[in-house]
């Protein structure tokens, strides 16, 4: 992983899609972000290995080998609302977002660019982390339509008794839902379709901005 978004001539990188399924995004015809700031590139296995250190770190006054537990409090603490609850159901961190379920609480993050969605999901605190940190990384190659499509595996994965979330959920709440996303503005379809599938089965309170 890294911040650097400069494509290697040899290597083979994902191809993006838009809506139709076969149309492939043109080599360099996707968004670019500032590095650190909001882009990179990278695996799911390498974004997955780093919110997971950040999740240890929290637990731990040591920290990790790589963050200090100092920082992972600063991140994960004391979020505020500022509208994202009621935008995506969860508070704004440090650098990410964080999603209530009960006890349990997650760093949550979306990824939307030109035939690419993605979700990041760990929960770092909580019945469901007592063994350690828990969550996903996933992106798929596809547009618009790919937020339905993370969104079903990501409920799948959320049942899944590793979890062991069976408080601060009900997932009836969301089991006969649909998003239309031609209803939404192109950068809050990721984030609104996420939550009216998945997170409005969290049963939290917004909380106040501080």
Same mark, same amino acid.
């Given at each position: ?42 695996? =799911? ?5 780093? @919110?997971? +250190? ?21 991140? @994960? ?13 969860? @508070?704004?961190?440090? *650098? ?38 828990? *969550? ?10 790919? =937020?339905?499509? @993370? ?16 408080? *601060? ?17 192109? +950068?809050?379809?990721?984030?609104? *379709? ?17």
């Amino acid at each position: 992983m890294s911040f650097e978004q400069s494509v290697v001539p040899g290597i083979q990188y994902a191809v993006g899609y838009c809506d139709d399924g076969e149309t492939p995004v043109k080599d360099g015809g996707h968004l670019s972000f500032p590095p650190i700031a909001a882009g990179g590139m990278g695996t =799911t296995r390498s974004l997955g290995k780093l @919110l997971g +250190e950040l999740a240890f770190a929290y637990k731990n006054k040591e920290g990790s080998e790589r963050i200090s537990h100092e920082t992972s409090k600063m991140m @994960l603490d004391n979020g505020v609302d500022k509208g994202a609850f009621e935008f995506m159901a969860s @508070l704004i961190g440090y *650098g990410v977002f964080i999603a209530h379920a009960g006890m349990n609480r997650f760093i949550l993050h979306q990824a939307a660019n030109d035939g690419f969605r993605g979700i990041a999901m760990v929960c770092f605190d909580g019945p469901a982390a007592v063994e350690g940190p828990i *969550g996903f990384v996933m992106v798929c190659n596809g547009d618009n339509n790919g =937020t339905g499509f @993370l969104s079903e595996v990501s409920k799948f994965i959320l049942k899944n008794e590793k979890f062991c979330m069976k408080d *601060g959920v009900d997932w009836s709440k969301v089991e006969s839902k649909t998003f239309k996303h031609d209803e939404v503005q192109q +950068e809050e379809i990721v984030n609104k *379709g996420f939550k009216e599938l998945v997170l409005d089965a969290f049963l939290c309170e917004s909380a106040s901005d501080s």
